[in-house]
């Protein structure tokens, strides 16, 4: 066999596995979704937790891909949102905005993944910021739907995540860092 016969063996198999894996993330986001306790108008998932991890684990490129399949997938009706939902009514809804921040959110944090080897104190660094403009991107659109004011939404929207969304980001930031060493992607 050629070297470029090979070199071309190589570049396809690379290819496939980055779409395996792209594809695999943004079902275990899907997966992740279902788990929802609903409480008041947003419900707690482990969206936010699959969103770190795919990003953490599969960096800028793929970790966003794997994040916009996933909502792409929700718009056009497959039900991979919380509550076993989808369509372009969930996403123009109140909680719409906070799936479309899982879009900024996986880009920062696939950023400073490939920027800093996925080491676990910039990525914890990283989550917590793209959470925030997770919960910026939601809570602007959830006051305009909804036409609460600022306080009211933080109180409804916010404040009830901090705590549950701090240990899935910690468990994400433990588990992409041990992974990470275990399994080169």
Do not use: H
């Amino acid at each position: 066999m050629s070297a470029q016969t090979q070199d071309k063996n190589n570049k396809t198999r690379s290819a496939v596995l980055d779409m395996v894996l792209t594809a695999v993330f943004a079902a275990i986001i899907a997966v992740c979704s279902i788990i929802s306790i609903p409480v008041g108008e947003v419900p707690v998932t482990l969206q936010t937790f699959a969103v770190c991890l795919a990003a953490a684990m599969l960096g800028f490129k793929r970790g966003t891909l794997s994040v916009l399949i996933y909502v792409l997938l929700g718009a056009v009706g497959v039900p991979v949102f919380a509550g076993m939902t989808g369509g372009i009514g969930i996403l123009s809804g109140p909680t719409g905005g906070y799936i479309i921040g899982f879009i900024p959110a996986a880009v920062i944090i696939g950023l400073a993944a490939d920027r800093f080897q996925r080491k676990a104190l910039p990525l914890a660094i990283a989550m917590v910021i793209g959470v925030l403009v997770c919960y910026a991107v939601g809570t602007v659109w959830f006051m305009v739907v909804m036409k609460w004011g600022i306080v009211e939404t933080l109180m409804v929207c916010v404040v009830p995540f901090l705590i549950p969304d701090a240990v899935k980001i910690a468990v994400a930031v433990l588990l992409s860092n041990r992974l990470s060493k275990a399994i080169k992607l």
